[in-house]
């Protein structure tokens, strides 16, 4: 006789099916750990601090790795936590002839506890990712060149003739320009830290903290800001600046779809700009 094997009318199923007589769904799995600051492909210096959050249990560890080379994966120093589930790290990209734009990649590894944590730190390098640890998404991100003085003197001259951090310049759109209600913008900025685009209306005081910028190794960025709702009519003035943070945790501080009710204090800023909502709804690109 033929063996037939019994799998029920619905023949043989995957783990999650949608029923028909119910509104069963599969649930999405959070991530272990999110880096925060740095965003994917924007500028890093040689040293620079990174935040990220984590939701699973364990001591998390930052591992940094650079593309294009034998793998190594460089355990930084222990995280800082700053507040319950979010942490900073001090981590290095490279060294002093790290050549401009050469890709990192960077991710966050769950030490089952801090004696695990503390002998991987110690071990320094991975020549492969250990295995059986809960690790976050690894993101890419991009070196600036930063050439290494040569002596004492140089070193001290550079210190003393450190560059503070410069406010970010609006491109390819004039003041009081006509804009769409969800509109491109252009800028640049040369630096370790991604600005900051911020919005209110002439009318209100808030401002409200727009999509992150996307920033390519020469500086210049673009973002999607958005200038009232499908309520907010033609003829509406907006203002519109660009905020530089002077550190990865600094500029943590800002949430997509935050309002402030002030600017914050020394903030390094752009030239504000007025602009002119237009009756157009589409997407607009300067």
Known sequence: ????DKIGPLGALPVCVVLLASSVTCAETKAPATIVSPQ???IVGREMEV?????APGVPLLL???EGETVEWWVQPLAKTTEPGR?????????????????FQVLVLMAPNERTAEIMAKQQVFSQLPKGFVMSKPIRVLRKFEAEATDERAAASTTANAVEPVAAEIVRLENHARVARRQEVHGRLRGPVDPVILVRAAADGM????????RNAGGEFTVLVRFGNEKTP??????????????????ALFNVGDSLKELPKDAIVSKQMTLVLNSDEATGAE
Do not use: I
Request: no cysteine; aromatic share 8%.
């Open 1 to 4: 006789m033929r063996r037939v």
């Open 40 to 42: 994917v492909d924007t």
């Open 51 to 55: 935040v990220f959050e984590t939701t």
């Open 64 to 66: 940094v790795t650079a």
């Open 87 to 103: 942490h900073v790290v001090a981590a290095h990209f490279g060294n002093a002839k790290t050549p401009q734009g050469k890709p």
């Open 207 to 214: 401002w409200w903290v727009q999509d992150r910028v996307q």
């Open 234 to 251: 033609a003829g509406s003035e907006f203002h519109m600046l660009a905020v530089t943070p002077r550190s990865s945790s600094d500029a």
